[in-house]
Each structure stands twice: as structure tokens, then as C-alpha cells.
């Protein structure tokens, strides 16, 4: 968090971090929707839609903004697992907040749901 802080007092173009839901949510509370954001996927249970697909999707996303190509950055949701819940087997991700994160094709992840689907939701 202190890190997001100082960063965001440096008016960064992109703050760049790795690691799961935990530090999304961590950045999310610092940063909110301020300053765009990627993050490299180093978690277990990756359900925020701020990640790259894999390391090397991220990489390729920054290098796309090096270049000077054109990237569409995008309200996505930040998620972790209800931890409680999952403890009952239910798999259950909470909704934290929203970052901006530049999109580039399909390097960047979607937000997973977790849950039972209903045969009424979808029809």
C-alpha cells in the first residue's frame, strides 16, 4: 500500500504490480480509479478482471503502450473470493471496487463469476 502511495503521488502513467486478488484489492483501496493499472498474474485465485491473461500477456500490454499503439483503458471490476464461504464450499467472489486498466485484444483477463447457475438467470 505504501508503494501505491508513492507512486501515486508520482503521478505514474501506469502502476504495474504483481500478485493475486489480495493485491488488487490493496491497490484498489490506495489507487481506486485514479491512475490506470495492470496487474501480472502471481496469485492463486485471480477473479479481478485488472490481470493479463498470463505474465507475458501483461508484458505484451506494456509493451503495446511503449510503442505508442493505440489501447482502449477500461473500468474493470476488482474481485476477491469469499474466503468464508469457500471454507463451505462455495465459491463466491466480492465485488471491491473498479480500477482503470488498458485493454489490448485478448491479453486481459475477463472477471470470473463463481457461484451455481440458474437455469431462470440464463434464459
Request: some cysteine; aromatic content about 4%.
Amino acid at each position: 500500500r505504501l508503494a501505491a502511495e508513492a507512486m501515486a503521488a508520482a503521478a505514474v502513467d501506469l502502476l504495474l504490480f504483481a500478485g493475486g486478488d489480495g493485491t488488487a484489492r490493496d491497490i484498489c483501496a490506495i489507487v481506486g480509479d485514479d491512475i490506470p493499472v495492470l496487474g501480472i498474474p502471481a496469485g492463486v485465485k485471480i477473479h479481478s478482471a485488472v490481470y493479463g491473461i498470463t505474465p507475458a500477456a501483461s508484458g505484451e500490454v506494456v509493451r503495446a503502450l511503449l510503442e505508442g499503439k493505440l489501447i482502449d483503458i477500461k473500468e474493470a471490476e476488482v474481485r476477491d473470493l469469499d474466503e468464508e464461504a469457500f471454507r463451505h464450499d462455495q465459491v463466491r467472489a466480492r465485488h471491491y471496487g473498479e480500477m482503470r486498466v488498458p485493454q489490448l485484444g485478448h491479453f486481459v483477463q475477463s472477471v470470473k463469476m463463481g457461484g451455481i447457475e440458474s437455469e431462470e438467470l440464463v434464459l
